[in-house]
């Protein structure tokens, strides 16, 4: 596609119940990111994946996150046993050649 | 652990004035990026600065790099409200991986 779509735009699930993420990056980019934004706060790094190199898990803030990219294109986020701290903005990324990353409109998580 | 601060974190300002945000970082990296996002929206690329003394300008915006300083700059001339929204840097970190400033939030008033 033209630009990197993320789906779903917003969800809203229970405390406890896991939660997938899909991030659809443009063609032929080979790095993919997720981050997380709080409301009004700043990006945090969560997950870099590039080419057919392991990926750069650093920025996972607890083993309930997970993130996996099939063939080098499309990737998911899982979040298990949500908890309300988790509610954010979830934003993919990928990147050029220029190293200059290129966001998808977010998915809106809200943990009740 | 790199870390990327930018000031002032709030902007009011208004229309026809200038002013300068700044991003200072804390290890050694040459490619810099700027980013705008408007409330609810996803961010937009502004500029990609790859060099030192590095200096790009688009409209009401100029951005510039000082490396051996770690800081970059983004200049406002004549600011107009359309510029209102939240501007951020990132910081080339360890082969691609991005870290992203504080954010600063821009106002525009008549």
């Known amino acids: 596609g033209a630009g990197v779509s993320q789906s779903p735009s917003n969800k809203v699930t229970e405390k406890g119940k896991d939660v997938e993420l899909r991030c659809d990056p443009i063609?032929?980019?080979?790095?993919l990111y997720w981050y997380r934004q709080s409301l009004g706060q700043g990006l945090e790094f969560l997950i870099y994946?590039?080419?057919?190199?392991?990926?750069?898990k650093s920025g996972l803030p607890s083993d309930r996150f997970s993130a996996e990219r099939t063939g080098g294109s499309v990737s998911t986020l899982t979040i298990q046993r949500t908890q309300q701290e988790d509610s954010a903005v979830y934003l993919c990324?990928?990147?050029?050649?220029?190293?200059?990353?290129?966001f998808g409109e977010g998915s809106r998580l809200t943990v009740l | 652990e790199l870390k990327v601060e930018q000031n002032p974190l709030f902007l009011s300002m208004q229309e026809g004035k200038n002013y300068t945000i700044y991003c200072n970082y804390s290890?050694?990296?040459?490619?810099l990026y700027w980013y705008r996002q408007d409330p609810g929206k996803s961010l937009e690329s502004l500029f990609v600065?790859?060099?030192?003394?590095a200096v790009k300008q688009e409209g009401r915006l100029m951005a510039s790099l000082d490396t051996k300083a770690r800081l970059s700059t983004l200049h406002i001339t004549a600011a107009v409200h359309d510029l209102s929204a939240t501007y951020f840097c990132?910081?080339?970190?360890?082969?691609?991986?991005?870290?992203f400033g504080t954010g600063t939030r821009l106002q525009v008033f008549p």
């Open positions: 990324a990928s990147s050029g050649p220029a190293g200059e990353l290129f």
């Open positions: 063609s032929g980019h080979t790095a």
């Open positions: 994946f590039q080419g057919n190199s392991a990926p750069d």
């Open positions: 290890t050694t990296s040459d490619r």
């Open positions: 600065l790859l060099s030192n003394g």
């Open positions: 990132a910081v080339d970190y360890l082969t691609d991986k991005l870290i």
